[in-house]
């Protein structure tokens, strides 16, 4: 997996206000807000910041958490870090290390991995099944 290797001014560039404060700050999109929760299209969702493969929409799930939900990501693009008070592990883009939110295990979902990816709208990026299809040789 490549490297994204940029400038907080560079970042601040090419993202929006609210897509740096998450992804480069570690913010949280409020509860119920963001554009992905409630969406159920088919294709890939990819880092917003470097435009990484980051969940397919297949491991895309209603956990009624207010956030978009994936029980796992694709091999190699998420990174784990536990929280320093050890409540919680981050996720972030392995590219880019842009925030992305929290995973969350053993809660009881009915999904393979018995995992909660509990990420910010504002993090990923959706694109189309077709254009996915389009963009393979």
């Keep these: 997996m490549s490297s994204v290797n940029k400038s907080e001014e560079e970042w601040r560039a090419i993202l929006s206000p609210q897509q740096f404060h998450i992804l480069r700050q570690k913010g949280t999109e409020p509860r119920g807000t963001g554009h992905y929760d409630k969406f159920y299209s088919e294709g890939i969702y990819n880092c917003a910041g470097c435009e990484t493969p980051l969940y397919k929409s297949t491991t895309k799930f209603d956990s009624g958490c207010g956030w978009p939900a994936f029980f ?5 693009a ?6 320093p ?15 992305l939110g929290h995973v969350f295990k053993g809660e009881g979902h009915p999904v393979p991995t018995d995992e909660r990816h509990c990420v910010n709208s504002v993090s990923i990026k959706f694109v189309s099944g077709e254009a996915t299809a389009a963009a393979a040789p």
């Design 85 to 99: 008070d050890g409540r919680r592990t981050e996720i972030t883009c392995t590219a880019c290390g842009g925030h």
């Design 72 to 76: 796992e990501g694709l091999p190699g």
């Design 78 to 83: 998420i990174t784990r870090t536990p929280d």
